[in-house]
T-cell receptor, first 116, second 117 residues
Framework: AQTVTQSQPEMSVQEAETVTLSCTYDTSENNYYLFWYKQPPSRQMILVIRQEAYKQQNATENRFSVNFQKAAKSFSLKISDSQLGDTAMYFCAFMKTMGGSEKLVFGKGMKLTVNP | GAVVSQHPSWVICKSGTSVKIECRSLDFQATTMFWYRQFPKQSLMLMATSNEGSKATYEQGVEKDKFLINHASLTLSTLTVTSAHPEDSSFYIC?????????????FGPGTRLTVT
Protein backbone atom coordinates (compact mmCIF):
# COMPACT_ATOMS: atom_id res chain seq x y z
CA ALA A 1 0.00 0.00 0.00
CA GLN A 2 1.11 3.51 -0.73
CA THR A 3 1.79 5.93 2.09
CA VAL A 4 2.42 9.65 2.06
CA THR A 5 4.25 11.37 4.89
CA GLN A 6 4.28 15.05 5.71
CA SER A 7 6.49 15.37 8.74
CA GLN A 8 5.97 19.07 9.42
CA PRO A 9 2.53 19.67 10.93
CA GLU A 10 2.82 23.43 10.88
CA MET A 11 4.98 26.21 9.47
CA SER A 12 4.89 29.97 9.33
CA VAL A 13 6.60 32.38 6.98
CA GLN A 14 6.75 36.09 6.46
CA GLU A 15 5.06 37.62 3.47
CA ALA A 16 7.30 37.72 0.36
CA GLU A 17 9.62 35.05 1.72
CA THR A 18 10.16 31.58 0.31
CA VAL A 19 9.05 28.42 2.08
CA THR A 20 9.51 24.74 1.33
CA LEU A 21 7.03 22.05 2.35
CA SER A 22 8.33 18.51 2.54
CA CYS A 23 6.67 15.28 1.50
CA THR A 24 7.91 11.74 1.18
CA TYR A 25 6.05 8.72 -0.08
CA ASP A 26 6.44 5.01 -0.25
CA THR A 27 5.47 2.93 -3.24
CA SER A 28 6.65 0.04 -5.34
CA GLU A 29 4.99 1.47 -8.43
CA ASN A 30 6.93 3.02 -11.26
CA ASN A 31 4.14 5.04 -12.84
CA TYR A 32 2.22 7.46 -10.72
CA TYR A 33 1.22 11.07 -10.17
CA LEU A 34 2.04 13.30 -7.25
CA PHE A 35 0.00 16.32 -6.27
CA TRP A 36 0.00 19.22 -3.89
CA TYR A 37 -3.42 20.45 -2.86
CA LYS A 38 -4.26 23.55 -0.89
CA GLN A 39 -7.23 23.75 1.48
CA PRO A 40 -7.89 27.31 2.66
CA PRO A 41 -10.29 28.08 5.53
CA SER A 42 -13.19 27.74 3.09
CA ARG A 43 -12.20 24.04 2.94
CA GLN A 44 -12.39 23.96 -0.85
CA MET A 45 -9.63 21.69 -2.13
CA ILE A 46 -7.55 23.44 -4.76
CA LEU A 47 -4.94 21.77 -6.93
CA VAL A 48 -1.65 23.62 -6.64
CA ILE A 49 0.64 21.54 -8.80
CA ARG A 50 1.10 18.01 -10.09
CA GLN A 51 4.02 15.91 -11.24
CA GLU A 52 4.06 12.82 -13.44
CA ALA A 53 6.61 10.32 -12.18
CA TYR A 54 7.93 9.59 -15.66
CA LYS A 55 8.89 13.22 -16.16
CA GLN A 56 12.32 14.16 -14.91
CA GLN A 57 11.67 17.87 -15.17
CA ASN A 58 10.25 19.42 -12.04
CA ALA A 59 6.80 20.95 -12.43
CA THR A 60 6.36 24.69 -12.04
CA GLU A 61 3.25 26.82 -11.74
CA ASN A 62 3.98 30.51 -11.31
CA ARG A 63 5.22 30.93 -7.71
CA PHE A 64 4.93 27.23 -6.98
CA SER A 65 7.54 24.66 -7.93
CA VAL A 66 8.42 21.16 -6.84
CA ASN A 67 11.62 19.28 -6.20
CA PHE A 68 10.85 15.75 -7.29
CA GLN A 69 13.45 13.16 -6.33
CA LYS A 70 12.11 9.85 -7.59
CA ALA A 71 14.88 7.66 -6.20
CA ALA A 72 14.54 9.25 -2.79
CA LYS A 73 10.73 9.25 -3.05
CA SER A 74 10.64 12.87 -2.11
CA PHE A 75 8.29 15.55 -3.43
CA SER A 76 8.74 18.97 -1.83
CA LEU A 77 6.83 22.12 -2.69
CA LYS A 78 8.50 25.50 -2.83
CA ILE A 79 6.39 28.62 -2.56
CA SER A 80 8.19 31.77 -3.64
CA ASP A 81 7.15 35.32 -2.76
CA SER A 82 4.65 34.04 -0.20
CA GLN A 83 1.35 35.88 -0.09
CA LEU A 84 -1.25 36.18 2.64
CA GLY A 85 -3.63 34.18 0.47
CA ASP A 86 -1.26 31.24 0.62
CA THR A 87 -2.31 30.66 4.23
CA ALA A 88 -3.95 27.23 4.16
CA MET A 89 -3.57 23.55 4.84
CA TYR A 90 -1.38 21.89 2.25
CA PHE A 91 -1.77 18.23 1.40
CA CYS A 92 0.64 16.09 -0.56
CA ALA A 93 -1.08 13.28 -2.45
CA PHE A 94 -0.15 10.18 -4.45
CA MET A 95 -2.06 8.50 -7.23
CA LYS A 96 -1.22 5.19 -8.86
CA THR A 97 -1.94 5.26 -12.57
CA MET A 98 -1.61 1.63 -13.54
CA GLY A 99 -4.23 -1.03 -13.00
CA GLY A 100 -7.15 1.37 -13.31
CA SER A 101 -6.81 2.70 -9.80
CA GLU A 102 -7.30 6.44 -9.55
CA LYS A 103 -7.36 6.69 -5.81
CA LEU A 104 -5.69 9.63 -4.18
CA VAL A 105 -3.75 8.89 -1.02
CA PHE A 106 -3.25 12.01 1.05
CA GLY A 107 -0.66 12.93 3.62
CA LYS A 108 -1.76 14.28 6.97
CA GLY A 109 -1.35 17.85 5.80
CA MET A 110 0.62 20.84 6.93
CA LYS A 111 -0.76 24.14 8.13
CA LEU A 112 1.02 27.09 6.54
CA THR A 113 0.57 30.56 7.92
CA VAL A 114 1.85 33.57 6.01
CA ASN A 115 2.35 36.54 8.29
CA PRO A 116 2.21 40.17 7.16
CA GLY B 1 -12.52 25.27 -15.44
CA ALA B 2 -14.28 22.14 -14.28
CA VAL B 3 -16.74 22.79 -11.47
CA VAL B 4 -18.16 20.36 -8.97
CA SER B 5 -21.01 21.33 -6.69
CA GLN B 6 -22.32 19.74 -3.53
CA HIS B 7 -25.68 20.12 -1.90
CA PRO B 8 -26.34 20.86 0.84
CA SER B 9 -23.30 22.74 2.06
CA TRP B 10 -24.25 21.96 5.62
CA VAL B 11 -26.94 19.87 7.28
CA ILE B 12 -28.03 19.11 10.81
CA CYS B 13 -30.04 15.98 11.42
CA LYS B 14 -31.27 14.01 14.37
CA SER B 15 -29.78 10.71 15.39
CA GLY B 16 -31.44 7.82 13.61
CA THR B 17 -32.49 9.75 10.53
CA SER B 18 -30.99 9.55 7.06
CA VAL B 19 -29.45 12.35 5.06
CA LYS B 20 -28.60 12.56 1.38
CA ILE B 21 -25.72 14.56 -0.06
CA GLU B 22 -25.54 15.35 -3.78
CA CYS B 23 -22.42 15.79 -5.86
CA ARG B 24 -22.75 17.24 -9.35
CA SER B 25 -20.26 17.88 -12.12
CA LEU B 26 -21.57 21.08 -13.68
CA ASP B 27 -19.69 21.38 -16.96
CA PHE B 28 -18.30 17.95 -17.64
CA GLN B 29 -19.29 14.32 -17.51
CA ALA B 30 -17.90 12.10 -14.81
CA THR B 31 -18.15 8.34 -14.99
CA THR B 32 -16.11 8.19 -11.81
CA MET B 33 -16.65 10.21 -8.66
CA PHE B 34 -15.07 9.85 -5.25
CA TRP B 35 -16.37 10.40 -1.74
CA TYR B 36 -14.07 11.49 1.06
CA ARG B 37 -14.51 12.13 4.73
CA GLN B 38 -12.52 14.66 6.67
CA PHE B 39 -12.53 14.96 10.45
CA PRO B 40 -11.49 18.26 12.05
CA LYS B 41 -7.80 19.00 11.60
CA GLN B 42 -7.26 15.74 9.78
CA SER B 43 -6.64 14.63 6.25
CA LEU B 44 -9.07 13.38 3.64
CA MET B 45 -9.88 9.71 3.79
CA LEU B 46 -11.36 8.04 0.73
CA MET B 47 -14.62 6.32 1.56
CA ALA B 48 -15.66 4.97 -1.81
CA THR B 49 -15.33 5.25 -5.54
CA SER B 50 -18.60 5.87 -7.31
CA ASN B 51 -19.02 4.48 -10.82
CA GLU B 52 -21.83 5.55 -13.13
CA GLY B 53 -24.23 2.71 -13.76
CA SER B 54 -22.58 0.24 -11.43
CA LYS B 55 -22.01 -0.44 -7.77
CA ALA B 56 -19.66 1.72 -5.79
CA THR B 57 -16.35 0.37 -4.55
CA TYR B 58 -15.94 0.91 -0.84
CA GLU B 59 -12.68 1.25 1.04
CA GLN B 60 -11.86 -1.20 3.77
CA GLY B 61 -13.68 -0.38 6.97
CA VAL B 62 -16.44 1.68 5.35
CA GLU B 63 -19.90 0.22 5.89
CA LYS B 64 -21.61 0.07 2.51
CA ASP B 65 -25.04 -0.40 4.08
CA LYS B 66 -24.60 2.73 6.11
CA PHE B 67 -23.13 4.93 3.41
CA LEU B 68 -25.25 4.31 0.33
CA ILE B 69 -23.86 5.62 -2.92
CA ASN B 70 -25.83 6.02 -6.13
CA HIS B 71 -24.30 7.25 -9.38
CA ALA B 72 -27.30 7.21 -11.68
CA SER B 73 -26.11 9.71 -14.26
CA LEU B 74 -22.89 11.04 -15.72
CA THR B 75 -23.18 14.23 -13.70
CA LEU B 76 -24.65 13.17 -10.36
CA SER B 77 -23.58 10.97 -7.50
CA THR B 78 -25.35 10.84 -4.15
CA LEU B 79 -24.19 9.73 -0.74
CA THR B 80 -26.87 8.77 1.76
CA VAL B 81 -25.88 8.40 5.38
CA THR B 82 -28.46 6.04 6.81
CA SER B 83 -29.47 5.91 10.47
CA ALA B 84 -27.01 8.66 11.25
CA HIS B 85 -25.34 8.84 14.63
CA PRO B 86 -23.25 11.59 16.24
CA GLU B 87 -20.05 9.79 15.28
CA ASP B 88 -21.01 10.27 11.63
CA SER B 89 -20.68 14.02 12.09
CA SER B 90 -17.93 15.07 9.72
CA PHE B 91 -17.06 17.01 6.58
CA TYR B 92 -17.87 15.05 3.44
CA ILE B 93 -16.16 15.97 0.18
CA CYS B 94 -16.74 14.59 -3.29
CA UNK B 95 -14.53 14.79 -6.32
CA UNK B 96 -15.01 13.92 -9.96
CA UNK B 97 -12.79 12.99 -12.87
CA UNK B 98 -13.58 14.37 -16.31
CA UNK B 99 -14.29 11.27 -18.40
CA UNK B 100 -13.88 13.30 -21.58
CA UNK B 101 -10.17 13.70 -21.08
CA UNK B 102 -7.19 11.50 -20.36
CA UNK B 103 -6.35 13.57 -17.32
CA UNK B 104 -6.25 11.89 -13.92
CA UNK B 105 -7.01 15.16 -12.20
CA UNK B 106 -9.87 15.10 -9.70
CA UNK B 107 -12.02 18.20 -9.30
CA PHE B 108 -13.30 18.68 -5.78
CA GLY B 109 -16.63 19.90 -4.53
CA PRO B 110 -16.85 22.47 -1.74
CA GLY B 111 -17.81 19.88 0.85
CA THR B 112 -20.81 19.21 3.09
CA ARG B 113 -20.67 19.61 6.83
CA LEU B 114 -22.88 17.03 8.54
CA THR B 115 -23.82 17.42 12.18
CA VAL B 116 -25.83 14.67 13.83
CA THR B 117 -27.48 15.63 17.11
Amino acid sequence: AQTVTQSQPEMSVQEAETVTLSCTYDTSENNYYLFWYKQPPSRQMILVIRQEAYKQQNATENRFSVNFQKAAKSFSLKISDSQLGDTAMYFCAFMKTMGGSEKLVFGKGMKLTVNP
Amino acid sequence: GAVVSQHPSWVICKSGTSVKIECRSLDFQATTMFWYRQFPKQSLMLMATSNEGSKATYEQGVEKDKFLINHASLTLSTLTVTSAHPEDSSFYICSARDSGTNSYEQYFGPGTRLTVT
